[in-house]
């Protein structure tokens, strides 16, 4: 959307959190916006914690159709909407609002996000080893997922014990995949892991990795490391070394901004032009970062 496009009737989004000047979002968004042809503006809101209710109550007054919600604010807006989805509700974290005549709906698409990932590579979590570095915020979609997907196993890998029991308890709540909570001194004792998924934040900006050795990844499938500063974290290129495929961050954001799209259009983005969104702010990410 160009500025000079905004007219009386275009609808309004956009994007709550405490750090949102470096979100990628009203960039994703207004692209995908433009290319799919949608008359709409989406913009940064700054909200402090404390005031989500407010934020969401003077966006229902101005009509504003929709919002993102991030960090630190996925679980407090729960609060202040008029449902929540099943899922996202299991999950314990909202990240899409979209308006209703009752109110806001919230929805979770960083599930969605995380498992395209999957299915863009062809690849089921069904019966699998799934192995979750991390019980943070991005941890319990991930965890969800697994559950959802009808994973075998799921171990959650964490520095802090009672982080991943509280989330392996969540999981054992709602689904049948077995759980098991470790730490990483464990890593290599783990029979058969065949999927990765890390969701800590070391190797955000740096050259760490959470897993010390990279024998570990020598048979497992695929990562996805849901960082994407580095493009390539030092897992990823370690499990390449080991034989793995790896898929940083950067494909869910994609993902889970195209699912928030989709809820507040009701509409699909066809599969072509879902590659060619992809590839476009993919190029255009990689040209700034
Ligand atoms: P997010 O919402 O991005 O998941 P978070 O909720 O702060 O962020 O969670 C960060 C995750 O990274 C946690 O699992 C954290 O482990 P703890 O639960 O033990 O805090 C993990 N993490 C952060 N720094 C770490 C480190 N140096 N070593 C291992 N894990 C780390």
């Not at 008359?39 to 914690?49: A, D, G, L, Q």
Request: include cysteine.
């Amino acid at each position: 959307m160009c500025v000079e496009l905004v007219e009386g009737k275009t609808a309004v989004y956009g994007i709550i959190g405490d750090r949102v000047e470096k979100s990628f979002s009203p960039v994703l968004q207004n692209t995908i916006g433009r290319e799919m042809g949608v008359n709409m503006v989406y913009v940064p809101f700054k909200v402090e914690s404390g005031r989500v209710r407010a934020a969401v109550e003077g966006g229902r007054a101005m009509n504003i159709r929709g919002f993102n919600v991030t960090v630190p604010h996925k679980i407090e807006v729960m609060d202040a909407l008029a449902s929540v989805d099943e899922t996202a509700a299991r999950i314990g974290a909202v990240n899409t609002l979209k308006l209703t005549e009752n109110g806001y709906e919230g929805y979770n698409t960083d599930i969605i996000g995380l498992k395209k990932c999957f299915d863009e590579r062809k690849t089921s979590l069904k019966g699998r080893n799934v192995v979750l570095a991390g019980a943070g915020g991005a941890a319990n979609s991930a965890a969800i997922l697994a559950g959802e997907e009808k994973a075998a196993k799921l171990v959650i890998v964490n520095r802090t014990a009672e982080k991943a029991e509280a989330l392996a308890e969540r999981v054992r709540k709602y689904y049948d995949t077995e759980v098991e909570v470790i730490g990483y001194d464990k890593l290599m004792d783990i029979a058969e892991p065949e999927i990765f998924i890390q969701t800590t934040s070391v190797g955000m900006g740096s050259d760490e990795t959470p897993v010390a050795e990279k024998e570990f990844f020598k048979n497992v499938g695929i990562v996805v490391d849901i960082i994407y500063t580095p493009w390539e974290t030092r897992l990823m290129r370690e499990a390449k070394e080991m034989g793995a495929a790896a898929v940083n961050g950067f494909d869910m954001l994609f993902y889970q901004g195209l699912a928030s799209f989709e809820i507040w259009n009701d509409m699909k983005a066809e599969p072509e032009k879902t590659l060619e969104l992809k590839k476009k702010l993919t190029e255009f990410y990689r040209g700034r970062a």
